[in-house]
């Protein structure tokens, strides 16, 4: 599934303090910043949200585990 990012959007995450990338999964490894299910990281990390370019969606991950 995939969103638009928008400042709608962002508005809401802030707001209800939603958990959805990368740095809040449990499959997450800080060092050296990689799923350790071997899924790939970069669409899904809290810098892809908080700096997307122009028309960027936000995609969420099926292993997604909050920690």
């Known amino acids: ?5 928008t400042p ?3 508005e809401e ?3 209800f303090r939603l958990a959805f ?4 999964c449990l499959h997450f490894a800080d060092e ?3 799923c350790d299910l071997l899924y ?3 669409p899904h990390r809290r ?3 908080e700096r997307p370019p ?3 969606r936000l995609v969420f991950c099926k292993m997604f585990e909050a920690r």
């Open 47 to 49: 810098a892809a949200f």
């Open 40 to 42: 790939p990281v970069a």
């Open 32 to 34: 050296p910043g990689a």
């Open 54 to 56: 122009p028309g960027a």
């Open 13 to 15: 995450v802030a707001r």
């Open 1 to 5: 599934m995939d969103l638009p990012i």
């Open 21 to 24: 990338c990368c740095e809040h």
């Open 8 to 10: 709608e959007l962002k």
